[in-house]
């Protein structure tokens, strides 16, 4: 006989599970119990459940495994909740494991309960509680197996007190050898036959393509018939972007060369597209709208005359502003090499990338300006280029969310996949340090940097300290305007006037310094780059205070950037 919460852990080792973050609560301390006798799994114990989710979710993010993470009932599982929907918006398998009074025989009334199932099944793809000890391995297997089949996302589990306690005779059940299917030969064909048609093809990379093979075909295939690329935001680094064909990045809505390219576009091979994100073009029924008025809402229409290939996991989602002319639909790397195969066999035409490339030119050099700005406090162009320069190649930022989050996805040249870590799908604030704090864990010898602006970072400040107690290498740059400066960039958009959106912070160097961490003040603009360098070649948590100045970003973001491109 196995006791419920033994067997519990047993099967999320055979399962891979190498952590398990979160809090413990009196509702799963059967199940806390066995986890201290693991040999195989390590509890990172933080301070906030909202913090265990995020970093649960970022590891899933990095390795493709689910990242597991664990609250008590009623509070600790509310708090779960942004980032269930963090992992279930942006793709990152992810379990949560909850605990919960008796079913069977409670003597507490309602003390604490919460229809905690009901609340995240909206938020999850899955959502179970269990009521037999026996069922512990299929649901495990059930929960993980589509925690990690495509699309990524949350799941969750409850576990009750005599549930928990329970004795069973049942064991793990090992997981299945899985492929997934592959495109159909005949897409793969109409896809190649319509890319050699083309006279101005186009790869837009986005979320879906930010897979290892994935990644290795698509630069295989720029390098080889040389079809130039954007990215959305959470497509940024799945292709070198130091590569000659990289045209940018659609940080911006609508409006920014990157948008210019794309209407230079007759075929778009778009790979990886997912609603969640804003999207880069929008297709409309009817010739192709000319002016700057139209570009003010929708960041490409694309006209009937453009062709859209949807290269994806699943078919596109049925939505009145895109719909793919032709969808192979299948594994993404899988269906690229076919594709790149597809290519080698056939004569291929003298495609006209001259327009494409005449943006490319103006783009590159709106990007370099104001890189070597020495106004303080700091201005976003030079924070970037300073933050570039300080990182090595293989180094991983993890961006909270705020205004500097447009200026890196622009502004930020991602050399490799999973090296800019941002959220382009809920875009929560609270995120960037336990992301941060899980890159370390899945790479301990790479540079690791979480950029928050100070009002995320205080969401939730408080796991410096779990970074400091488990010995971490990371640093944390904070972004002070003392604001809530996206917010305060809209406002100005939208013609309000400047209210409600200024705060006051601690001494960040005195408030790192009180959890054992090393606080740093940057005071000039010059010695910003230097600061950054000592830190990330110095063990251990490092909290940089950085002033900035957003003063322009209404002015660069809003117009000019606008009546740059559409100049060209």
Request: charged share 20%; net charge negative; with cysteine.
């Amino acid at each position: 006989m196995t006791k419920a919460s033994d067997l519990f852990v047993q099967a999320l080792e055979q399962e891979g599970v190498r952590y398990v973050f979160g809090i413990p609560g009196e509702e799963n301390l059967d199940f806390l119990d066995s986890l201290s006798r693991s040999e195989k799994i390590q509890l990172i114990l933080t301070r906030h459940e909202q913090a265990a989710g995020f970093m649960a979710a970022t590891y899933g993010r990095f390795t493709g495994k689910t990242g597991v993470c664990l609250s008590t009932l009623g509070p600790g599982a509310t708090n779960f909740t942004t980032a269930a929907a963090y992992a279930q918006l942006g793709g990152m398998p992810m379990m949560m494991i909850t605990g919960q009074k008796p079913v069977k025989k409670s003597k507490q009334g309602r003390f604490q309960i919460l229809d905690v199932v009901e609340m995240m099944k909206p938020i999850t793809k899955y959502a179970h509680q269990l009521v037999s000890a026996d069922n512990i391995p299929s649901r495990v297997r059930e929960a993980l197996r589509l925690a990690e089949e495509e699309k990524p996302g949350a799941v969750h589990l409850e576990l009750p007190e005599d549930i928990a306690d329970e004795d069973t005779e049942q064991y793990p059940i090992a997981a299945s050898t899985v492929r997934r299917p592959v495109a159909e030969e005949k897409a793969i064909r109409f896809a190649v036959d319509r890319i050699v048609a083309a006279r101005s093809p186009l790869l837009v990379i986005g979320a879906g393509a930010n897979r290892k093979l994935t990644s290795k075909m698509l630069t295989q295939m720029v390098d080889s018939y040389g079809i130039p690329f954007v990215t959305t935001q959470l497509g940024k680094g799945v292709i070198d972007e130091r590569h000659p064909l990289y045209l940018g990045c659609a940080a911006l809505s609508a409006g920014d060369f990157v948008h210019r390219a794309i209407e230079a576009a007759d075929l778009i091979i778009n790979v990886g597209h997912d609603v969640i994100e804003k999207p880069p073009f929008f297709m409309q029924h009817g010739h192709m709208a000319e002016g700057s008025d139209h570009h003010e809402t929708n960041p490409v229409e694309v006209s009937t005359g453009t062709q859209v290939i949807h290269v994806s996991f699943r078919s596109a989602e049925v939505d009145p502003v895109y719909f793919p002319q032709l969808e192979v639909i299948g594994d993404i790397a899988n269906a690229i090499w076919q594709m790149n195969n597809g290519l080698a066999e056939r004569e291929l035409p003298a495609w006209d990338f001259s327009r494409m490339m005449t943006v490319k030119e103006h783009h590159d050099a709106n990007i370099s300006e104001g890189s070597d700005d020495g106004r303080f406090p700091v201005y976003p162009q030079r924070l970037v280029a300073e933050v570039r320069k300080a990182m090595p190649d293989d180094g991983i930022i993890c961006l909270d969310n705020g205004v500097y989050k447009i200026w890196f996805a622009r502004n930020y040249r991602a050399y490799g996949s999973n090296t800019v870590l941002l959220d382009n799908a809920l875009a929560t604030m609270g995120a960037g340090l336990p992301s941060a704090m899980a890159a370390h864990l899945v790479h301990p010898k790479r540079k690791v940097m979480a950029i928050c602006g100070d009002g995320g970072f205080m969401m939730n400040s408080q796991e410096l300290e779990t970074a400091v107690r488990l010995g971490m290498n990371v640093v944390c740059l904070i972004l002070n305007d003392s604001s809530y400066g996206m917010i305060r960039w809209k406002q100005a958009n939208m013609g309000f006037h400047d209210w409600g959106l200024e705060y006051g912070n601690p001494d960040f160097v005195k408030y790192a310094e009180s959890y054992g961490a090393q606080g740093h003040r940057v005071e000039s603009t010059a010695e910003l780059g230097e600061v950054l360098e000592r830190c990330l070649n110095t063990e251990g948590v490092h909290l940089v205070d950085c002033p900035v100045d957003y003063s322009e970003n209404d002015e660069i973001l809003n117009r000019t950037i606008r009546k740059l491109s559409a100049a060209i």
